[in-house]
């Protein structure tokens, strides 16, 4: 457990930098990150580098005793490399390339910016790569930032060629697995193919889908190659790379397997304004941020993470990209450093050490306000790295790796392809994933968040959220895990090649569910469908019979009479569908439902897996890591713990106040 800041001693006169490490370090800082937009500076002029104030920044960082997070610096390529090399440039959507004046101005299939990135990552690694200041390491900024993962240049579209021959081999087998027969789009030869995009209506989803696939897989390729050099001129020091929260435009599981370290920058303020949340939603959660957002992104960039994950960028204070920018209250700073290491995190690194007067983030606060002085922010960092100590001297394995009970699947292609055959407006992967994760916190259970393919044996519940392309295996997967499964609607509806199984949905999970999908329907936002119990179930004490009520999608199913497993009815829609079924340890919801149902839903499934559960509230979160218990309020009211020790508290006390964090061993 450790404190880190974002440093751009390139912002700020040179005078300024010792006295900048110093307060860092006092302040209980222990590492800081650097140069990640620095190409301009570090290469001012094609082939010439101008190491000097670089050097001496790291020199001075190191000379205190700070830890340094060196950074490729290729988010920014500098004007000059761009007049060179127009093709840089992405081509959006709408024919146009995306014009240098920001950042994240390059295509990621360019092979101008390819090799253009291997000279500057070459020239990095060998200047620092042995250098006793710097430990780790950072790849590029935030991959994909402001829509930048999809280019429909001719270099992508090239490369885009080459790939669909590696995928299928011969234009025919691409022919069968897309239905090019369809409105008559057969292709005699791969270059026949271009980018899926200006066409007069809805593109082939099959080929928007491998179009996506593609342009992930680009990313993966881009940051290979980066790692590699890394690797080749500083071997021993932990690379990463800072994701950004809730962004799923690739399939970072691949990225992420490169690396040792999977960051991510936090922001839970900014991310409620720009979610999917409903109106009165944001109000509550104003200047707290969602109680599961972060602890949700915590835990799925902990499942791709080989070392502890890290919070590359905390948010301080206001930031300024978001429609509205509230500033946290008192406490949040504080509290969400505390959250990300009860979800396991290494480090928290705070953005930015000192708030910018100029330039397009000067609106965006830091630990420190733009005269000099800390800021609420920086005080609360000040707090955590007390009491860091303290946990620390309390528990020396405070951070310990352990493993939830519970797992949660999820899958970045899931998203893309709902995308593209979304069948009505709203339906959102990472929103009901996200609903999903938050109806199990908020029964007090921690959570896995895992891949696809990850291993599924020791844990007891495991929650699908819709998984529209299942592999082959893992129904045999989740039947040898013992554990108890939820299935979600549309589960097993497509094949990899985006058609409708031969055996319709959940196709390749009938072999543990007895049940066929024969029709399908999209809910508008305003139109719900009443759930009953049916008789002898859990009926709970619900109002006229109803328990809850089905939101965004319906799936009409019916049991497989073929099969050798019989399939309960657990709960029904009005007009006598079934809503939820059970075929032994297996169960398939056939919809959204609202948030309560869905608590009530888990909280009965999870007393199946022999798990014990605690609703303390909607604005209390637990998580237990090690021998350690960690408390959260989101509240405006002070939460006392009952049947504690006071002894037992290594931080905070039974009387949880508002904002507040109390650890205690458990």
Same mark, same amino acid.
């Given at each position: 457990?450790?404190?880190g800041?974002?440093y751009?001693p390139e912002h700020? &006169?040179?005078?300024m930098?010792?006295d900048?490490?110093?307060r860092m370090?006092?302040l209980g800082?222990?590492?800081?990150?650097i140069a990640?937009f620095a190409?301009?500076r570090i290469e001012?002029t094609?082939? =010439?580098?101008?190491?000097g104030w670089l050097?001496?920044?790291?020199?001075? %960082?190191g000379a205190?005793?700070l830890?340094?997070?060196?950074?490729?610096?290729?988010?920014t390529p500098p004007k000059?490399?761009?007049?060179r090399h127009?093709d840089?440039?992405?081509?959006?959507a709408?024919?146009?390339?995306r014009?240098f004046?920001?950042r994240?101005h390059?295509?990621?299939s360019?092979?101008s910016y390819f090799v253009?990135s291997?000279?500057i990552?070459t020239?990095?690694?060998?200047? !620092?790569?042995?250098?006793p200041a710097?430990?780790?390491w950072?790849t590029?900024?935030?991959?994909?930032c402001h829509?930048?993962?999809v280019?429909?240049s001719?270099?992508a579209?090239?490369?885009?060629?080459?790939?669909?021959?590696?995928r299928y081999?011969?234009?025919d087998?691409l022919n069968?697995a897309?239905?090019?027969?369809?409105w008559?789009?057969?292709?005699?030869?791969f $270059? =026949?193919?271009?980018a #899926?995009v200006?066409?007069?209506?809805?593109a082939?989803p099959?080929h928007?889908?491998?179009y996506?696939?593609f342009?992930?897989d680009e990313?993966?390729?881009?940051?290979r190659?980066?790692?590699?050099i890394?690797?080749?001129?500083s071997p021993?020091?932990?690379?990463?790379?800072?994701?950004?929260?809730?962004?799923?435009?690739f399939?970072?599981?691949k990225? *992420?397997?490169?690396?040792d370290?999977?960051?991510? $920058?936090?922001?839970?303020?900014?991310?409620l304004?720009?979610q999917w949340?409903a109106p009165?939603?944001?109000?509550?959660?104003l200047r707290?941020?969602? /109680?599961d957002?972060a602890?949700?992104n915590h835990d799925?960039y902990?499942g791709m993470?080989k070392?502890p994950?890290?919070v590359?960028e905390?948010?301080?204070?206001?930031v300024?990209?978001a429609?509205?920018n @509230?500033?946290p209250? /008192?406490g949040?700073?504080?509290?969400?450093?505390?959250?990300?290491? *009860?979800?396991?995190?290494g480090?928290?690194?705070?953005?930015r050490?000192?708030?910018? @007067?100029?330039?397009q983030e000067?609106m965006?606060a830091g630990?420190?306000? /733009?005269d000099n002085r800390l800021?609420?922010?920086?005080?609360?960092?000040?707090?955590v790295a007390?009491?860091?100590?303290?946990?620390?001297?309390?528990?020396? +394995?405070a951070?310990?790796t352990?493993r *939830?009970k519970?797992?949660?699947i999820y899958?970045?292609?899931?998203?893309?392809l709902f995308?593209?055959h979304?069948?009505?407006?709203?339906?959102h992967y990472?929103?009901f994933a996200?609903?999903?994760?938050?109806a199990?916190?908020?029964?007090g259970?921690?959570?896995?968040?895992v891949?696809?393919?990850?291993?599924? +044996?020791?844990y007891r519940?495991i929650?699908?959220?819709p998984l529209?392309v299942v #592999?082959d295996?893992?129904?045999?997967r989740?039947a040898?895990?013992g554990?108890?499964v939820v299935?979600g609607p549309?589960?097993?509806?497509?094949?990899?090649?985006?058609q409708i #199984?031969?055996?319709?949905?959940?196709?390749?999970?009938?072999?543990?569910?007895p049940?066929?999908?024969?029709?399908v329907?999209?809910m508008? &936002?305003?139109?719900?469908?009443?759930?009953?119990f049916v $008789?002898g179930?859990d009926r709970g004490e619900?109002?006229?019979g109803?328990?809850?009520?089905?939101?965004?999608?319906?799936?009409?199913i019916e049991?497989d009479t073929?099969?050798?497993?019989?399939?309960d009815v657990?709960a029904?829609?009005? +007009?006598g569908h079934p809503? !939820?079924?059970q075929?032994g340890t297996?169960h398939y919801?056939?919809?959204?439902?609202d948030?309560? %149902?869905?608590?009530?839903?888990?909280?009965r499934?999870a007393a199946?897996?022999?798990l +014990?559960t605690?609703q303390?509230g909607d604005?209390i979160?637990i998580?237990?890591r090690?021998?350690?218990t !960690?408390?959260?309020n989101?509240?405006?009211q002070?939460?006392?713990?009952?049947?504690?020790?006071?002894? *037992?508290f290594v931080a905070?006390s039974r009387?949880?106040? #508002?904002?507040?964090v109390?650890i205690y061993?458990s």
């Open positions: 457990m450790r404190l800041v974002c751009y700020w &006169p040179e005078s930098w010792a900048d490490a110093r370090k006092a800082i222990e590492q800081v990150r990640e190409w301009s001012p094609p082939g =010439e580098y101008d190491w050097d001496r920044a790291i020199d001075v %960082l205190a005793g830890q340094v997070v060196m950074c490729t610096p290729t988010a000059w490399l761009i007049d127009s840089i440039l992405a081509i959006g709408d024919g146009r390339p014009a004046g920001s994240r390059y295509d990621f360019s092979p253009a291997e000279k990552c020239a990095v690694a060998e200047r !620092y790569g042995k250098h710097v430990a780790y950072q590029d900024n935030e991959f994909g829509h930048t993962v280019s429909y001719p270099a579209v090239g490369r885009f060629r080459e790939w669909l021959k590696a081999t011969t234009v087998a069968r897309w239905g090019t027969v369809f008559s789009m057969e292709y005699r030869s $270059d =026949e193919i271009d #899926p200006a066409t007069v209506t809805e082939h099959s928007r889908l491998d996506r696939r342009a992930s990313v993966a390729r881009y940051n190659m980066q790692v590699e890394i690797r080749a001129h021993g020091r932990p690379v990463a790379h800072n994701f950004m929260q809730l962004f799923t435009e399939d970072h599981y990225v *992420a397997a490169d690396l370290v999977a960051s991510w $920058d936090s922001y839970p303020l900014g991310a304004e720009e949340f009165e939603v944001k109000a509550r959660w707290s941020g969602h /109680p957002f602890s949700f799925v902990r993470s070392l994950f890290w590359m905390q948010q301080p204070g206001p300024n990209w429609l509205w @509230p500033a209250l /008192p949040m700073v504080r509290l969400w450093s505390w959250e990300a290491f *009860a979800h396991g995190a480090c928290v690194s705070y953005f050490w000192r708030q910018a @007067p100029f330039a000067q965006h630990l420190n306000t /733009p800021d609420i922010g920086g005080n609360e960092a000040a707090q007390d009491e860091i100590r303290a946990v620390l001297a309390a528990d020396a +394995d951070n310990a352990i *939830a519970v797992a949660l899958d970045y292609e899931a998203k893309w995308e593209i979304p069948q009505g407006a709203d339906f990472p929103r996200f609903e999903y994760y938050s199990l916190r908020a029964l259970l921690d959570v896995d968040v891949p696809v393919n990850a291993p599924l +044996d020791g519940m929650v699908v959220p529209p #592999p295996d893992l129904g045999a989740l040898h895990s554990a108890q299935i549309r589960s097993g509806s497509k094949t990899a090649d985006l #199984p031969a055996n319709l949905p959940p196709g390749a999970l009938t072999s543990v569910l049940l066929r999908v024969w029709r329907e999209s508008r &936002p305003n139109v719900t469908e009443a759930v009953r $008789d179930a619900a109002a006229e109803v328990d809850g009520y089905a939101r965004h999608w319906r799936d009409f049991a073929r099969a050798d497993t019989s399939l657990i029904s829609f009005d +007009d809503a !939820y079924v075929s297996f919801l056939a919809s959204l439902f948030d309560t %149902l869905t608590t009530r839903l888990f909280a499934i199946q897996a022999g +014990d605690t303390p604005t979160r998580s237990r090690g021998a350690l !960690y408390v959260f989101y509240g405006d002070t939460h006392t713990l009952a049947d504690i020790d006071d002894a *037992a905070g009387a949880v106040e #508002p904002q507040g109390a061993r």
